[in-house]
């Protein structure tokens, strides 16, 4: 759909320009800071997710939504809406409620929108590996100079910096060797679970675009190892053994990324190996490290809170956390949140939240295992994020989920006909069918003149 403008001679083109160009470069930039006061701060991904949400809705409309989602939406708001009747931190949990909220609006808005067969959701998916190629390259850079102990490409981005850890700008330079990137995001953890979704995303649209997403994953494969970071490392590693053993593809590609996938894990993990980060999963038992707060102390926390409070907890409420002498960070002196969604869900929403994952899990298993579907990659990328990060209902994640489900649903409705029939069988059915509806219009307008001259001749006789 384009539309004109003109005014004496102005002439001015509006295309579906949010959907192709503002959704996947947002989303490379989805930290990007554009205003921070204190503990408060708006970034471009907090604009773009509501313009978006308004868009989609005004543009495409909505088909309605099937009963079970209903359903379920409006069942998880009463039961959050039940346990905030326990809240003692009222602010607090209005704002985890409206973040809440929006992801589920995100979710039904494009679980139900009408963009499942739209053209731009392929011109979309070329924008997201260019743009997101660029920022693994960036990645890379950053960590080439790094090396070198030349610190020119740090905070590139300025006032507009993500805060980070500690409510501040991740400074390469203050943290323990080796340094690592983390390119336009709030830390290297961040950096690489981002990469990890995109490498998966171009992986899983490799047969709309080759050469491109072929160059993108490899780009931000790379570039997720890059980081230095277990989840970049292991998720990356991950997201390319589950598309070489599980998706249905050519066997050359699959041989292709074998052989990178093969040398680039075994050099990145040797390296990393005699850098020491690998060593940090001894240090799942020590206090104060980033994999203890991943890892032991949330499996700890969830295992105290079931038993305690089966049924959940309130959202955005803490106290019970802060109340946990393991969940203190020592070092620092503050206190942490769940960095893992995942048990977040289980925290927040108890024997419901274990139902919630694995649910997922299952839907994981049927795409990626039983139907060997690229949409597999897209939920397995989605797993590792949410299961690195405590952010799980934020913005920037909201926007990263609506996008793979848009995406997901185009590689779904696309692959039903492809799953089953050769390009050559396509044009074949095409033909017989173009040729169908032009003799049924013959047959319609010869049997049209042959009533017509029988109802003559007896009006004649």
């Known amino acids: 759909m384009i539309t ?6 102005v002439k001015i083109y509006f295309e579906f320009w949010p959907l192709v160009w503002l959704w996947p470069i947002s989303l490379v930039l989805m930290q990007v800071t554009l205003l921070h006061l204190k503990s408060f701060e708006i970034t471009l991904s907090v604009v773009i997710c509501h313009v978006l949400e308004v868009y989609i809705v005004v543009l495409y409309w909505l088909r309605r939504p099937p009963d079970a989602q209903i359903v379920t939406a409006l069942g998880l708001i009463a039961y959050t809406l039940g346990l905030g009747l326990f809240a003692w ?26 963009l499942a067969t739209r053209p731009e959701i392929r011109r979309s998916v ?58 336009f995001y709030s830390e290297p953890s961040v950096a690489g679970w981002f990469m990890t979704f995109a490498t998966a995303l171009a992986l899983a649209c490799r047969r709309l675009y080759p050469v491109l997403t072929t160059l993108a994953a490899t780009i931000c494969a790379l570039a997720a190892m890059a980081t230095l970071s277990l989840t970049g490392v292991l998720g990356a590693a991950t997201v390319l053994a589950g598309y070489v053993l599980l998706v249905r593809d050519r066997l050359g590609y699959k041989l292709l990324w074998l052989g990178l996938a093969g ?18 999963f001894h240090n799942m038992n020590t206090p104060g490290t980033s994999v203890y707060f991943r890892m032991n102390a949330p499996s700890r926390l969830i295992s105290e809170s079931l038993d305690r409070f089966p049924f959940g907890y309130p959202l955005g409420q803490t106290n019970f956390i802060a109340s946990r002498h393991y969940y203190f960070n020592w070092l620092q002196g ?24 694995a649910t997922y899990l299952i839907q994981l298993a049927r795409y990626l295992l039983l139907r060997r579907h690229p949409i597999g990659l897209l939920m397995l990328s989605l797993l590792i994020s949410l299961a690195t990060t405590g952010a799980g209902w934020g913005h920037h994640v909201v926007l990263m989920i609506g996008y793979a489900i848009v995406v997901g649903r185009y590689l779904h409705a696309r692959g039903l006909l492809e799953s089953t029939l050769t390009r050559k069988e396509l044009a074949r059915l095409h033909s017989a069918a173009v040729r169908r509806v032009v003799g049924t219009r013959n047959a319609a307008s010869s049997s049209a003149s042959r009533a017509l001259a029988a109802r003559r001749w007896r009006a004649l006789t």
Do not use: W
């Open 126 to 183: 070329a924008v997201f590996c260019v743009a997101a190629a660029g920022a693994g390259l960036f990645i890379i850079a950053q960590a080439l100079t790094f090396h070198a102990d030349n610190f020119v490409l740090s905070n590139i981005l300025g006032p507009l910096a993500p805060i980070g850890p500690g409510n501040e700008v991740y400074d390469v330079t203050a943290k323990a060797p080796p340094p690592r990137p983390a390119g």
């Open 263 to 280: 040398t680039g894990v075994t050099t990145v993990l040797v390296y990393a190996y005699h850098l020491g980060i690998l060593e940090r």
């Open 89 to 114: 931190n009222g602010i607090e949990f209005g704002r985890s409620l409206a973040l809440f909220l929006n992801l589920i609006a995100m979710v039904l808005i494009c679980l139900n929108a009408r």
């Open 334 to 357: 503050t206190q942490t949140t769940i960095d893992n969604t995942l048990l977040s869900i289980v925290f927040y929403f108890g024997i419901l939240g274990l139902a919630m994952n």
């Open 4 to 9: 004109a403008l003109r005014p004496s001679n």
